[in-house]
């Protein structure tokens, strides 16, 4: 699945939570063998909180939903990186600024 960075960043900051400093564009993961995906960098609150506010905002068909559930994790120590191998992302924006 391929999705924009622009519609993850402006999904989420209509969401309650500040996501602002969490997204990764490309990130590869473990077995990923350089290849790009979209991760979150954060908690366990952090990750159920993106999962229940913005990932069905950003689903079209029950088939985008399923690829939401195939997440990694790995342990970076104080917090975790949750990514998604299956989907890559456009980065369509250079970057953000914080009073968007």
């Known amino acids: 699945m391929d999705i924009k960075a622009s519609k993850i960043f402006d999904t989420a ?10 997204f990764r564009w490309e990130y590869s993961g473990r077995g990923m063998y350089g290849k790009k995906c979209f991760a979150l960098i954060g908690n366990l609150q952090d990750f159920a909180a993106f999962m229940l506010n913005v990932v069905p905002l950003l689903t079209d068909s029950e088939e985008d939903s399923i690829e939401w559930t195939r997440v990694s994790m790995d342990n970076m120590g104080y917090d975790f990186v949750y990514y998604w191998p299956s989907i ?3 980065v369509d924006v250079e970057e953000y600024s914080e009073n968007r």
């Open 88 to 90: 890559t992302v456009d």
């Open 13 to 22: 900051y209509e969401s309650p939570w500040d996501f602002s400093e969490m």
